[in-house]
């Protein structure tokens, strides 16, 4: 149980294009999702909170205009990269918060990378 | 923001050998959880700690709450070159965010 998908693995864009992810939890309910941004060899940075239903909460220093996030049902969440930069390539990982409310289960990422 | 420190930062040791990982943090967590990361993939939910001075074992893997709930420890007993990877501690702020330590990258050679 607690299986997290995201969607695309890998993407490749052009600078100024727009890429939507998909994270997904497949055998539970999440009302809450988490997208995070990791750079290499370093740990996880929290981007936003993704609630169902409302808005999403960003970090401090967080863009809201252009990582737009949507979590439109208590399954999907999506995190869209507008005006790519090149500056946007990373690895973005969405988590989604377990029933039991403590832990928080990983997505196995995405590679942004854009040219 | 509360901060987490985990020392260290990198560790090469031999197959065979003992280890331990800490994370501190001068903040109260209401839980702390701790991951493994492997290149490429999404953190692993190793083992989630709540009460303060409380153990928990994962075949060689040993996990600790400080008594105040402000730190934690790994222990790995006899490692294995499969347990290399990215080991990574998080504490839970508030109600919901989870706040990540640096990162501890394990190496064990054969």
């Known amino acids: 149980g607690a299986v997290v998908s995201q969607h695309p693995s890998r993407v490749i864009c052009k600078s100024g294009t727009s890429v939507k992810i998909e994270c997904r939890s497949l055998d539970f309910q999440a009302t809450t999702m988490f997208w995070y941004r990791q750079f290499p060899k370093q740990s996880l940075m929290l981007m936003a909170t993704?609630?169902?239903?409302?808005?999403?909460?960003?970090e401090q220093g967080v863009e809201k205009d252009k990582f737009l996030i949507n979590h439109a049902s208590l399954t999907l969440s999506t995190l869209t990269v507008t005006s790519a930069h090149p500056e946007d390539s990373s690895f973005y990982i969405c988590s989604a918060e377990g029933q039991g409310g403590y832990e928080q289960y990983f997505g196995p990422g995405t590679r942004l990378t854009v040219t | 923001t509360q901060l987490l420190e985990q020392s260290p930062q990198f560790l090469s040791i031999q197959e065979g050998e003992n280890l331990t990982v800490y994370c501190n943090s001068s903040?109260?967590?209401?839980?702390l959880q701790w991951y493994r990361q492997e290149p490429g993939e999404g953190p692993v939910l190793l083992v989630t700690v709540v009460t303060g001075g409380e153990v928990k074992k994962l075949k060689r893997l040993t996990f600790q709450f400080g008594d105040a709930r402000k730190d934690s420890s790994l222990h790995i007993t006899a490692a294995q070159p499969g347990d290399t990877g990215l080991y990574l501690c998080?504490?839970?702020?508030?109600?919901?965010?989870?706040?990540f330590g640096q990162g501890t990258r394990l190496t064990i050679n054969p």
């Open positions: 998080a504490g839970r702020e508030g109600a919901q965010k989870l706040v």
């Open positions: 903040s109260v967590f209401s839980s």
């Open positions: 993704s609630n169902e239903g409302s808005k999403a909460t960003y």
